[in-house]
């Protein structure tokens, strides 16, 4: 490296805005053309990015990484193929650009328009997966904005690889070449200098674990739209229809553990506890789950193992096939569990009472809360927004899945005839 | 005190956050009682609010406060009339909580609802004017969210008046008594805690000069949604109407030179500058306003006093009758000018042409950008939002204007009938 870190890292900031300024100005179909451009890319220089590839996997069995670690890092055919295939359900996607998400007349004759445009530049910094590098670059580019990419160490040579393809695209594209950049270096300053850079910066979405997020989140003198946990909390309250609550508590726990929106903790009403949780719990335990309780659902579930559950415990995002369980007496007491312990993720109220799924619905506070159905739904593709960048536990800006047009922000276009004031 | 500070802190924060809570159900009637309840208690309380500012306003001459520092810090009974008017058209403006902004039917049968809520607790620091604390009680009582009130050291006294009329209207009405707290110190050890208690705070909006919001911004670890300055400009394309275009630029420098939304910039494309600029620089020296020029202005207002704009001039928030001026050769030179130089607030261009109009709207980086009309029409009322807490400069969830709709966020309301996946 020739220049000194800062400097570098300046220079690629200062180089991201120019480039979002241009974007601006990018069509749908120069956007598009771009992302089959780094689509036909990938699906060219296999060869070289398995090879890249192998070079991170090799390090990453020196390094003694565990298994799930290195698979999350590995590159197949297959995974290439998903990536592109990525690219090109980005493309289908309508442009969020552009669109009047409101007109006004006023009595002075302006007119104005609310208007949707790119946020400007955006930095995403993550952890080990290469293929956020593929899917943040175009989510970014669909959306108009120019991205700075900071993965982890352990794909460097991979996300190297990755970020060649997609300049070379961009190269040969209308876009401006510097609307994806990958920082290259995984220096911890380098990071730090970028987190500082809100001049030329205006959005920083981390995504990886509870530690990068609080690293980022407290360093970062620029917005931080935070992904963090989900501590889903699934109710089953007096009037659930149980064999339904069975199965949604089953396989909203046990369908993929290891997933945000998947369910840590079961909350039942008191009056159905005794009838429903034997049947549940045998069902859970048979599908490997540890289950943990407070003291009545342990006196319940005395035939079962059950470990006592604590604040902390309920607390936990487990990630893994572990359920804490508590009953309580109400609705009310169902909600404050939730609003205390709960992430603000997703939330599910299970009941045949109206009054009741509307008071939790209202007052559980939440991205996403519902009635009747599991917390498992809470995704950008489920919720229709075609792709996602991630599920926001923050409240401004974005809440919940965040899609094309969250990444968004607008501007007024006021149309006068030269009125002054 | 009893407690040491962040204790103390700490606790006004939790209550905060348990208020948020009770404030998601609060319904338009009780929360328009509650803005009537503190209207009447500022009109029935005007001895106290009087005597206390005047506590502040003595202290204010031993400090030797400037003349505009202490008419800003004091008030009269227009003043107090002038609070109590703006809660009562807080009243008659539509409650913006609840709103179904967005409704949709998935293939799986789940109807998901995006619904407008509370961001929940908003905290509000400020400088010396009294009446930002009714202002901003009232908006954020309004829109369901708690408020953190931290006013300046001069108004501590009038503040904390103020704040114990709020605090008993509040005691008798059907909101939380903590729905709105001041903080009953100036300590900077107070706000610095403050601004690190984002478990129970959402969201931070300083309002007040550069200083302040840099403060802030640089300490906060909750977000906050950032006030800057107004550096905004005017350009007169070749096609303009040159004398709408006096017009507008004598309005918009000299109309209220102090506000953010006034211009700091005039551009020129070089055709018309010989024509326009020494009418409307006689017109402007007339009012009082200083100019400054680059090279080409100078040599063309030879017989007026031009001192020479360098960049930092072009960066400059005056708030006073300054005006720098540039001669450009084209609208792209322009908009390199004002994506340069202007802060993001408004920037407008006048021109007969539809075409470079509409490059203008759409490649100004900006939060309002206008064809044929004054940068000063950049304001919530102006705008038709009915009541303004501030014109963000910030990308992310709210840009240009806040109302109390930008004072809201959403949650995703999904109603199922029993969906696993």
């Known amino acids: 490296m020739v220049s000194d870190l800062p400097t570098l890292i300046e220079s690629l900031a200062q180089r991201a805005r120019q480039a979002s300024l241009a974007m601006n100005s990018a069509s749908s179909e120069e956007k598009n053309d771009a992302l089959e451009a780094i689509a036909c890319g990938l699906e060219s220089n296999r060869k070289i990015l398995l090879e890249e590839n192998q070079k991170d996997l090799n390090a990453a069995e020196e390094n003694g990484l565990s298994n799930s670690m290195v698979d999350r890092l590995r590159l197949t055919h297959e995974r290439i193929d998903g990536m592109a295939q990525g690219l090109r359900q980005l493309i289908d996607l309508p442009d969020p650009v552009g669109a009047v998400i409101e007109k006004k007349n006023r009595p002075n004759g302006l007119e104005i328009l609310k208007v949707r445009v790119p946020i400007g530049v955006i930095g995403i910094i993550?952890?080990?997966?290469?293929?956020?590098?593929?899917?943040?670059?175009?989510?970014?580019?669909?959306?108009?904005?120019?991205?700075?990419?900071?993965?982890?160490?352990?794909?460097?040579?991979?996300?190297?690889?990755?970020?060649?393809?997609?300049?070379?695209?961009?190269?040969a594209s209308a876009l401006p070449e510097d609307a994806v950049q990958l920082i290259p270096t995984v220096e911890r300053e380098a990071l730090n200098h970028l987190l500082t850079l809100d001049e030329y910066i205006h959005c920083i979405i981390p995504r990886g674990g509870e530690g990068l997020i609080r690293l980022v989140a407290e360093n970062s003198r620029i917005p931080v739209i935070k992904h963090y946990k989900g501590v889903c909390n699934l109710f089953v309250d007096a009037s659930a229809d149980l064999k339904k609550a069975q199965k949604i508590t089953v396989s909203s726990k046990?369908?993929?553990?290891?997933?945000?929106?998947?369910?840590e903790n079961l909350i039942v009403e008191q009056s159905v506890a005794e009838q429903f949780l034997p049947s549940c719990a045998k069902d859970l335990t048979e599908k490997g789950c540890t289950l943990l309780g407070d003291e009545r659902t342990r006196s319940i579930l005395q035939d079962f193992e059950v470990s006592p559950a604590g604040d902390d415990d309920f607390h936990e995002e487990f990630l893994d096939l572990r359920l804490s369980i508590a009953v309580v007496n109400s609705i009310e007491q169902a909600?404050?569990?939730?609003?205390?312990?709960?992430?603000?993720?997703?939330?599910?109220?299970?009941?045949?009472?109206?009054?009741?799924?509307?008071?939790?619905?209202?007052?559980?506070?939440?991205?996403?809360?519902?009635?009747?159905?599991?917390?498992?739904?809470?995704?950008?593709?489920?919720?229709?927004?075609?792709?996602?960048?991630?599920?926001?536990?923050?409240?401004?800006?974005?809440?919940?899945?965040?899609?094309?047009?969250?990444?968004?922000?607008?501007?007024?276009?006021?149309?006068?005839?030269?009125?002054?004031?």
Not at 129 to 143: E, F, M
């Open 126 to 171: 993550y952890e080990s997966r290469p293929n956020v590098t593929i899917d943040c670059a175009g989510l970014c580019l669909k959306s108009g904005n120019a991205s700075i990419l900071r993965g982890g160490k352990e794909a460097l040579h991979s996300n190297q690889a990755l970020a060649t393809i997609i300049s070379e695209a961009l190269t």
């Open 254 to 263: 046990c369908g993929r553990p290891g997933v945000c929106n998947a369910i």
């Open 335 to 421: 909600i404050e569990f939730v609003n205390r312990f709960g992430s603000g993720h997703s939330e599910s109220i299970l009941t045949a009472e109206r009054a009741r799924a509307e008071q939790f619905l209202n007052q559980v506070d939440a991205s996403s809360v519902y009635w009747n159905a599991s917390t498992r739904f809470t995704d950008g593709f489920e919720f229709g927004l075609g792709a996602e960048i991630g599920i926001s536990t923050d409240r401004l800006h974005a809440r919940g899945p965040m899609g094309l047009e969250e990444l968004c922000t607008y501007k007024y276009q006021i149309i006068g005839t030269g009125q002054w004031k």
